[in-house]
């Protein structure tokens, strides 16, 4: 039915299919932003951002943090989902409401109607940081999307295939972007590459990207 509606009509410009099970819906932060500024500083009060050593002993450039049951990490042991902030010691703070709302609207509205993350993975670009094309495959069930949200200053998100050798289209993610990612798409290929300088009114001179999933 959804089909048969966009063959017949024009196209919402706020939807954008970046492949199949992959949809942009932009802007659709925009209304959750204030609690979202706020409940972000009062998570990275608790853990604070991070920049993480990956197996092969790089520093990356992104710093991180998480929110929610689990947390994702890297060290020099591997990549894996943890309860425990091991900087703390203690679980990572717990998801607050206004995120979960965020995040199972945005996926239901992309066709994920069953959708309830148990970790938020925070990312936190300053400019030259990027992140390398990399498949998101340390989640237990693949059956769930992603629901990612980007605030602050604007990126380039590369997105190709199944293959690391795939081509990759690109995409801008702004302030206030969701893309849901799932279905077929759930295992490509994406990356940041460096983000560029500059400065945004309410976030400075960063970008944040949270990243909800179904880890456990
Ligand atoms: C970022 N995002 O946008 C990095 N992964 O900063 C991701 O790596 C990502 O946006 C899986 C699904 C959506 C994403
Ligand atoms: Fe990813």
């Not at 965020?102 to 996926?107: D, G, K, P, Q, V």
């Not at 990027?130 to 340390?138: E, G, V």
């Not at 690391?164 to 077929?184: C, E, Q, S, T």
Request: glycine share 10%; net charge neutral.
């Amino acid at each position: 039915m959804n089909d048969l509606f966009d063959a017949i009509e024009p196209r919402d410009p706020s939807r954008e299919v970046m492949a199949d099970g992959a949809i942009l819906l932009r802007g659709s932060a925009l209304s959750f932003e204030a609690d979202i500024l706020s409940a972000l500083q009062a998570i990275v009060g608790q853990a604070p951002f991070r920049h993480m050593t990956t197996p092969g002993g790089y520093v990356m450039s992104v710093a991180m943090t998480n929110c929610g049951a689990a947390g994702w990490i890297t060290d020099r042991t591997g990549y894996r989902y943890d309860r425990i902030d091991p900087e703390s010691g203690q679980p990572w703070p717990a998801m607050p409401d206004c995120f979960l709302g965020l995040a199972i609207a945005a996926a239901a509205e992309a066709g994920y109607p069953h959708f309830v993350p148990d970790a938020c993975l925070i990312n936190r670009y300053e400019p030259g940081a990027r992140l390398s094309l990399h498949q998101d495959k340390n989640e237990r069930d693949f059956a769930n999307p992603i629901v990612s949200v980007s605030l602050g200053l604007p990126a380039t998100f590369q997105f190709g295939g199944l293959k690391r050798n795939d081509p990759v289209r690109k995409f801008a993610l702004r302030h206030g972007d969701i893309a849901v990612w799932g279905g077929r798409s759930r295992l490509c290929y994406h990356g940041v590459p460096e983000l560029k300088e500059g400065e945004h009114e309410k976030m400075g001179r960063m970008r944040i990207n949270l990243t909800f999933r179904s880890a456990l």
